[in-house]
């Protein structure tokens, strides 16, 4: 390999340990690192004390072996400070081995010369000046010292003072017991516990993952059934009787979710239908008048009425499209909403003003009363009035009314209403009239309107927080009620 491809091989290498390093760890990967380390803790913690423990233990059977040994060696020389043979007996033939250790002894008198001392001692390897000063002959507490000799054994030394006889001066009785064999049980022990620590470890991360793994199998289930999940099959539910109640919340979540999709779904299949119908028929009176005008020659004035009837649906079709456009845009919060205070009396009498005309020459009475400070968006708050007055007017019969009313409440709701006396909405219809595109039998008898206006108005409300109300009997009328909540309301 020449050395211009050497280097981008390198590059890609060290580009793909990184990736694997960056890459998030699994959570079996993670549950088996954190039971490995609870092991790890309680297992050294465990030790450590066990440690503790045999260290004091064995420190303390020391201690007592030397206190008991001066005990014995004070009272040999207080009562018995003449008999030598039983002093030689207790240092020198006792002390050759006791147990696993030995231990030396020594006796000066009160010149500080040697009246009997343990063969071997000199030899030992240990200072003379590093045994502690001795304890009084009152003192029943010896102080101890552990010290390492010149030979690489350790001792723990010991000394104190001894009554000789009845009133002879004292003598000073000096102790070293050999606790090298001490250090190799210790080693035993933290040899043998770094094992049992490391295989306890090793131990612990293997259960764990068999244990993540045995848990996770529902999550398997859920991904599978994820994958599975498709268009045509938004009617598939988990059933999470049978999961652990850990990811029972995560099963009915899904299965939520399934049923909004599934929903979703539906409205977006019906609106489709639906827009493809509602386009469909001014493309084809498009397509028809103008087939019918260019079949054979005509007057301009033919041509002219023929443009001034595509324009009309030209303009319906705007019209639908810049309705289909603001739903869209207020579905995913896209409208812009400058809320201002304003009066909403004065905002609906300009608009029942504007639509006076209309109303006039169908014969109906337009009437609007109420003044109520209101904070929202004054253009939005127009277009859904305008809407309720478009609607209110379109589906009353020739000489009723349309009455628009604007009151604020004790609770601080303000609430303005639009009420007609026309043909009223069916029952069955009332829970639908604010879907896109709905149109009732009477609608579509009475209006060519494109089902759209109401859907607009509850697109509105909802970007201000509120709500709209529908109230309907047939042959007496229709009242839709716009409620502003209080924090849309000013006093």
Not at 65 to 92: A, C, W, Y
Not at 244 to 257: D, G, I, S, T
Not at 358 to 381: H, N, Y
Request: charged share 25%.
């Amino acid at each position: 390999m020449s050395l211009n491809n050497a280097e981008p091989a390198r590059q890609a290498m060290r580009r793909g340990w990184l990736d694997r390093w960056q890459r998030p760890a699994s959570i079996k990967g993670r549950l088996a690192l954190l039971y490995a380390l609870l092991t790890l803790g309680v297992l050294l913690t465990a030790i450590m004390v066990l440690y503790w423990a045999v260290v004091v233990s064995l420190a303390h059977d020391d201690q007592r072996f030397l206190g008991e040994k001066i005990h014995v060696l004070r009272t040999m020389l207080s009562e018995r400070p003449n008999d030598q043979d039983l002093l030689r007996e207790e240092v020198d033939w006792e002390t050759r081995v006791i147990g696993h250790a030995r231990y030396f002894v020594q006796i000066l008198n009160q010149q500080g010369h040697v009246v009997i001392q343990t063969p071997g001692l000199d030899t030992s390897g240990i200072d003379q000046s590093a045994f502690p000063t001795p304890i009084p002959v009152a003192a029943t507490d010896p102080r101890m010292r552990w010290v390492d000799a010149a030979n690489g054994r350790r001792y723990l030394l010991s000394a104190a003072r001894a009554r000789f006889g009845e009133g002879g001066p004292p003598h000073i009785v000096r102790l070293a017991v050999d606790v090298s064999h001490e250090d190799r049980i210790l080693g035993d022990f933290r040899h043998i516990a770094e094992l049992v620590l490391l295989a306890g470890v090793l131990l612990s991360g293997l259960l764990g993952a068999l244990i993540a793994h045995y848990g996770l199998r529902p999550l398997a289930s859920l991904a599978r059934a994820v994958e599975e999940t498709t268009a045509l099959r938004l009617d598939q539910r988990i059933v999470a009787a049978a999961w652990p109640r850990e990811f029972v919340p995560l099963a009915n979540a899904f299965n939520r979710l399934l049923q909004h999709l599934e929903g979703a779904f539906a409205r977006l299949s019906g609106y489709a239908a639906d827009l493809a119908h509602e386009l469909r028929t001014p493309i084809n009176n498009l397509m028809g008048e103008t087939e019918v005008t260019l079949a054979r020659p005509r007057a301009v004035e033919d041509y002219e009425q023929t443009l001034i009837s595509n324009l009309e649906e030209y303009q319906r079709l705007a019209r639908m499209i810049d309705s289909l456009l603001f739903l869209a845009r207020a579905e995913n919060a896209l409208v812009t909403n400058d809320k201002t205070l304003f009066d909403a009396g004065d905002a609906a009498t300009e608009v029942a003003e504007f639509y006076r005309p209309v109303a006039d020459e169908a014969g109906i009475a337009m009437a609007c009363a109420g003044q109520a400070k209101l904070l929202a968006d004054r253009d939005l708050f127009r277009r859904a009035l305008s809407n309720l007055v478009d609607n209110a007017i379109r589906h009353s019969l020739d000489g009723g009314r349309v009455q628009v009313s604007v009151a604020r409440y004790d609770h601080g709701a303000i609430h303005v209403e639009v009420a007609d006396s026309g043909r009223g909405i069916a029952a069955t219809e009332q829970a639908q009239v604010f879907d896109r595109f709905f149109r009732g039998a009477d609608s579509r008898a009475a209006s060519g309107g494109s089902g759209l206006g109401l859907a607009i108005v509850k697109s509105i409300m909802w970007l201000h927080g509120g709500e709209v109300r529908l109230a309907s009997e047939p042959g007496q009328g229709t009242t839709v009620t716009l409620v502003f909540p209080p924090d849309e309301t000013i006093e």
